[in-house]
């Protein structure tokens, strides 16, 4: 293989090994020691100021309503979400962010801010826009590679 393509592997592999790692330890501070790295992205999809139903959150997780059910029962118990059945259907449950929740999902946005600053300091416009093209390609792989979509593989890649 040539360089580029082991200095690209290198990244990748430290990077996604290291990522929700780092996160946790940068997120769940001393005031939020009481959930998870997961409960904070749970936090996250359920979103300031607005109710969300179950499914929405659960696909947008992709986890299924079970699994994001025990998760919220926690995060009830802990005060970070309310639950609300809806009033015309009351097989739909509504969930939200109580005001601790919202000081969670603002300091984990916080440092998505600061994730972003930093991988973007020094880059030129042109160098931000190719960033963003690889990224978003490498996102559309992993995308298509659980959706179960076939993903072709590029035997001569950066060769």
């Keep these: 293989m040539n360089q ?3 200095m690209f592997n290198e990244i990748l592999v430290k990077l996604f090994r290291d990522i929700m790692d780092i996160e946790g330890k940068a997120i769940i501070t001393e005031e939020f020691q009481d959930i998870s790295n997961n409960d904070m992205h ?9 109710k969300k139903n179950m499914s929405t959150v659960a696909k947008a997780l992709s986890v ?3 699994t994001l059910t025990i ?16 009033e015309q259907d009351r ?3 509504y969930i939200s962010l109580t005001p601790k929740g919202e000081k969670a999902y603002k300091h984990h946005e916080e440092f998505h801010r600061q994730m ?5 300091d020094g880059l030129s416009e042109e160098e931000t826009r190719v960033l963003v093209k690889a990224l978003s390609n490498l996102n559309d792989f992993f995308r298509n590679m659980t959706s179960g979509r ?10």
């Design 150 to 159: 076939d993903v072709t593989f590029h035997e001569n890649l950066l060769m």
């Design 116 to 120: 972003i600053l930093a991988t973007i």
């Design 71 to 86: 998760a919220i029962n926690s995060l009830v118990k802990k005060g970070y979400v309310n639950r609300v059945r809806s």
């Design 42 to 50: 749970i936090i996250e999809a359920i979103g300031m100021n607005e």
């Design 4 to 6: 580029t393509y082991d």
């Design 91 to 93: 097989r739909v449950v």
């Design 64 to 66: 299924t309503i079970g």
